[in-house]
């Protein structure tokens, strides 16, 4: 097993999940905002570190998204964030693309962008202790899109990010996300995002990139929020499965979803509906933001001193996912 396989497999085994909280400064505003905490770097280090010290980080979480200024953070105890994720039984990662741009030739589209002088960002990173790396690209359906250019253009970017960070000996996660905004139906998520991630495997392999040493990190194939045509959980799991039997190389060791705008219990249920009709090799497991954040994000801006009372609103969401990765979870465990 080559070095990268067995950190790929270290971060989601037994259940184990990902914690994405690499939200950028105006995203994590946003999120504060909308529970009426001043956004400062104090208060997000403040949150994130409650959640970082939590017990279920040994348990469940086996690795941690993180932004620039977080990994570059010291915590309360006066030591750098990557250690404190190392010390409680986590891996640490980083975000590295840029945001996601207006891409040129498709007003309504975008790329993601942050390739240049990403080599060496990768080594200061490295150097600061991340062991593995994010980077998203994001497409939306509608009757003409994606167009053949964003799914084109976002799929090389993806594989030329992914060659550099294998170069640079740690893992990249490849987030094809096919935004849940819109009108489409269920069929329509599926075949998009069947198409969007055969191209991201043709332009990896293209790149030389070694698939077992990354992880995937794709949308569950769901019909568009304005849908009038909803499909059940059962349906849901069904599809997402059959989409990563027919586009997902078999020497990907894991893949890890994200949750995308889905409530949290109804992200932790298709997990584990997913992972009741598994009959793949691949670990299918999360790397939420929101659907493991939300209920701590407000139960701690009620008071943001209530460590415990938040760590323990975070640790029963990782539990309940960490059991849906197993397709060990029900709905007579949620309180
Ligand atoms: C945590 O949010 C990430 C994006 O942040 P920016 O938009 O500020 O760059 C995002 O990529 C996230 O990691 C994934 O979308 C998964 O998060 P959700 O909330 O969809 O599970």
Redesign the pocket.
């Known amino acids: 097993m080559s070095e990268l396989n067995t950190i790929a497999v270290k971060i989601l085994e037994k259940g184990k999940g990902i914690l ?9 505003t946003k999120r504060l905002d909308g529970v009426n905490v001043p956004s400062t770097p104090e208060n997000r280090l403040l949150f994130r570190e409650t959640l970082f010290s939590a017990s279920c980080m040994s348990e469940c979480i086996g690795g941690v ?1 993180l ?1 620039d200024e977080t990994i570059k953070q010291e915590s309360s105890k006066r030591n750098k964030i990557p250690e404190l994720i190392l010390e409680m039984g986590s891996i640490p990662g980083i ?1 590295v ?1 840029t ?2 741009k207006i891409l040129a030739g498709s007003t309504n589209e975008k790329i993601t962008e942050g390739l240049d002088g990403l080599r060496e960002r990768l080594k200061e990173y490295y150097k600061l202790g991340a062991k593995f790396t ?1 980077w ?1 690209g994001v497409y939306n359906i509608s009757e003409n899109y994606p167009s053949k250019l964003s799914i084109q253009s976002n799929a090389h970017a993806l594989a030329r990010y992914s060659a550099l960070v294998q170069e640079n000996d740690m893992v990249p996660i490849v ?1 094809p ?1 096919v935004l849940m905004e819109g009108e489409h139906s269920a069929n329509d998520c599926f075949e998009k995002t069947s198409e969007v991630i055969k191209k991201c495997f043709e332009e990896l392999i293209l790149h030389k990139v070694d698939l077992k040493g990354i992880i995937l ?1 794709p ?1 569950m194939i769901l019909a568009g929020n304005k849908s009038k045509v909803k499909i059940s959980n059962k349906e849901v799991a069904k599809l997402t499965l059959k989409c990563l039997k027919n586009s997902v190389p078999t020497e990907v060791p894991g893949i890890a ?6 409530s949290e219990i109804e ?1 932790t249920e298709n997990l584990d509906l997913i992972n009741k009709i598994n009959d793949t090799d691949f670990i299918i497991s ?8 939300q209920s701590a994000l407000k139960f701690w801006s009620r008071d943001i001193d209530n460590i415990e009372g938040t760590q323990e609103v975070f640790n029963h969401r990782a539990k309940m996912n960490t059991l849906a990765a197993q397709g060990n979870w029900s709905k007579d465990l949620e309180i």
Do not use: C, P, V
């Open positions: 994405a909280a690499d939200e950028s400064t105006g995203t994590m998204i932004y975000k693309d945001g996601a994010k998203r987030e996300e990190k949308n979803f994200l949750s995308g705008g889905q992200s999360y790397s939420y933001g929101r659907a493991l954040q």
